[in-house]
């Protein structure tokens, strides 16, 4: 695989997802501003994350890690019609599932609810809430999932940029309907509204992906031919990848049923904070894993494991290029960054406060985050379920007990350090099983090059914190000059130390072929 293709593919990604995520934020900005911390924001959180957690076991955590590597073999491997008759297949037994799954959500709201905000029971008003919000949020898991099917599609043709970008129609629903709409209701109904608002999003953002799947040949029929091989092959890999793959989302799981019994707001902060570490994670992680997992699975089916090997290792030290140095942003950062976001209207300083405590611990995990997006993905590139699966099950189990042991000490701190650090011990067992599978993939060159972006990080960081705390006494100024300074320190250092990847990254702005070996 050529360096300057997958730098322009992670690109496509990266910018479809800033879209993406620049609209969350405002929505997220608006939803503090209309509710702030209180009982209506924690029902509806508290609610969302259910159908969230779904979402992922069974659409872009499960089904896009197992449906990738089967349809890249059959477009590799087999003609065109046989991977029609898998997408066909795929969609409608997809389609059944979630169908009947929303169905159950609805009518079991109750009992589910009481599972995952157990520490609601004292106050019956915000149980009885975030069950009507359960109940009104579990069809979005329908459209969502199919929309991530229709990802998955996309992402097997090597088209990056539209399923990237389709997220952003969520956030529009949802800041239409608090610009537009919300004013216009009484205050007790608006969280149910928004929630309304959510499962139209969804709806959006499967049919955005509709045309492109269409215009790329491939129009849906029904297929009820549910003994296709390839069907069966993806669903013995989605039952192991339902654990294995959505770690993180388990352990936000946890960590909200553990944040219920702390004090008020804090499922809110522990929500928010994940927001604002969720955008390099996503611009930099996710978008390097989203590549990477295609190209690797096509590298596997043409049995060619040193340009697997190749993509694996350029895959983290590209992602690394990025995301140590964001992570140093956001501790050096985190406050100025939520206080800009979010404390306005009922969001208070106090908020900001809670929020900063979950961002700072849940940022020392944020490389360990990105690393186990990749590293999985090359497992399951290789339909390897079985490593991930236990290592997954290890981390979830050292993230109990973490939990329990460090809520009571600090707070809401405790719990995304606890995710932090299970992360990291999640990155570490999965590159060190990967190894004695596929032997060397370049960890020396990994290593050598995470100790330059290291000190180049350094450096960036010192700068931030000087510029942000020392230099500007305007917030807006304190954020964004900073960001662009500590940036521009960043790149004048990376050059300085030789980074390559760096080298790469520029010469695709400048539409230039990177100097790289391929």
């Known amino acids: ?222 297929n009820f031919n549910f003994n296709h091989p390839g069907l069966k092959q993806i669903f013995f890999m989605m039952i192991p990848a339902m654990w294995g793959i959505s770690v993180d989302q388990i352990n936000a799981f946890v960590d909200t049923i553990c944040a219920s019994f702390l004090r008020e707001g804090s499922v809110t902060a522990l929500y928010y904070s994940n927001r604002v570490m969720q955008l390099p994670l996503a611009l930099f992680g996710i978008a390097v894993a989203s590549v990477s997992l295609p190209l690797m699975s096509t590298s596997v089916s043409k049995n060619d494991p040193n340009e697997m090997k190749k993509i694996l290792a350029y895959s983290v030290k590209i992602s690394s290029l990025a995301i140590i140095p964001a992570m140093a942003g956001l501790i050096v950062l985190g406050k100025p960054i939520i206080k800009l976001l979010f404390e306005h209207g009922k969001f208070n300083a106090n908020a900001t406060m809670l929020t900063n405590s979950a961002l700072l611990f849940y940022s020392f995990g944020l490389p360990a985050y990105a690393i186990t997006k990749i590293l999985v993905s090359s497992f399951y590139s290789m339909k390897e379920t079985k490593t991930p699966v236990k290592i997954a099950t290890l981390c979830m189990l050292t993230n109990v007990v973490l939990n329990v042991s460090l809520m009571g000490p600090m707070g809401v701190g405790g719990l995304a350090l606890a995710t932090s650090i299970s992360s990291w011990l999640n990155s570490s067992l999965l590159f060190f099983f990967l190894r004695k599978r596929i032997g060397r993939v370049g960890g020396r060159a990994i290593f050598e090059c995470i100790l330059k972006i290291i000190a180049a990080t350094s450096v960036m960081s010192l700068c931030c914190y000087f510029t942000a705390y020392h230099l500007f006494n305007n917030l807006i100024l304190s954020v964004f000059g900073s960001i662009i300074i500590g940036i521009v320190v960043y790149v004048l250092m990376t050059k300085l130390l030789k980074i390559d990847e760096m080298n790469s990254i520029l010469s695709v702005l400048k539409k230039e072929e990177p100097t790289l070996d391929e």
Not at 38 to 63: H, K, Q, T, V, W
Not at 192 to 208: N, T
């Open 1 to 222: 695989m050529n360096n300057s293709k997958m730098t322009k593919y992670i690109g496509h990604v990266a910018s479809g997802t800033m879209l993406s995520r620049i609209l969350g934020y405002v929505r997220d900005m608006l939803v503090g501003w209309i509710f702030g911390a209180g009982m209506a924001a924690d029902a509806f959180y508290a609610a969302f994350r259910i159908p969230n957690l779904l979402r992922r076991l069974m659409g872009e955590g499960a089904l896009s890690s197992s449906f990738v590597p089967v349809f890249s073999e059959y477009l590799t491997r087999k003609d065109r019609e046989e991977s029609h008759k898998l997408y066909d297949v795929t969609f409608t037994a997809l389609l059944i599932v979630l169908t009947f799954i929303s169905l159950l959500g609805i009518i079991f709201a109750p009992q589910i609810t009481r599972l995952i905000a157990y520490g609601f029971s004292s106050n019956p008003e915000k149980m009885e809430l975030t069950i009507l919000l359960t109940r009104l949020l579990f069809p979005f898991l329908l459209f969502i999932c199919l929309a991530a099917l229709q990802l998955s599609v996309l992402n097997s043709l090597k088209l990056f940029f539209i399923p990237a970008v389709a997220p952003a129609f969520l956030s529009i629903s949802e800041i239409v309907f608090m610009l537009g709409i919300a004013p216009l209701m009484i205050k007790e109904h608006q969280i149910i509204g928004l929630a309304l608002a959510v499962g139209l999003g969804g709806v959006m953002q499967f049919l955005v992906q509709v045309a492109p799947v269409r215009k790329s040949g491939f129009k849906f029929k029904f």
